[in-house]
């Protein structure tokens, strides 16, 4: 046998073992054991139970990711949760996916909207400023403003 070759009767090494506990799932993502069964409550997520100790798939932490980054751009878990039920392997997924890049553009033209809302917001209370800067030097005391009080 050459270097490294396995002998004919050695069982294949399984994968790493794809099961992981609830706080294993939260150290990954960084979340807490309290957001995972907040996720699990709400249905998002379906850990396997075995006595007390939630075990959580491939499936879940891929849920998980798609959770967490939809918490992430502001959609609400109705959203999250709709775009979790329209998942499909393979093929399928063109369905949850054009929901998925509908709701981001959905997403994406309220936060432009809100962006415009601030922009004019600043814009007004910067010229607010000014007005306030101009009042507060025409009332500061000096020779000028001395000068003419007489």
């Not at 807490?32 to 997520?45: I, V």
């Not at 939630?54 to 499936?59: D, F, N, Q, T």
């Not at 809100?114 to 010229?127: C, F, G, R, S, V």
Request: net charge positive; glycine share 8%.
């Amino acid at each position: 046998m050459g270097e490294g070759a396995k002998p004919a009767h050695a069982a294949p090494q399984p994968a790493r073992e794809e099961w992981r506990s609830i706080s294993d799932l939260a150290q990954e993502f960084g979340v807490t054991a309290r957001t995972l069964r907040f996720y699990e409550d709400e249905g998002l997520l379906r850990p396997v139970r075995r006595g007390t100790t939630r075990l959580y798939s491939r499936a879940d932490r891929a849920r998980l990711a798609w959770i967490l980054r939809g918490r992430n751009v502001g959609f609400s878990l109705a959203d999250i949760r709709e775009l979790l039920d329209l998942y499909a392997p393979g093929p399928g997924r063109r369905t949850q996916l054009k929901a998925a890049l509908a709701k981001s553009r959905e997403r994406i033209a309220a936060l432009e909207a809100q962006k415009a809302d601030i922009e004019a917001t600043i814009a007004e209370l910067e010229q607010f400023c000014r007005r306030l800067e101009a009042e507060q030097a025409r009332l500061a005391p000096g020779p000028a403003a001395a000068a003419g009080e007489t």
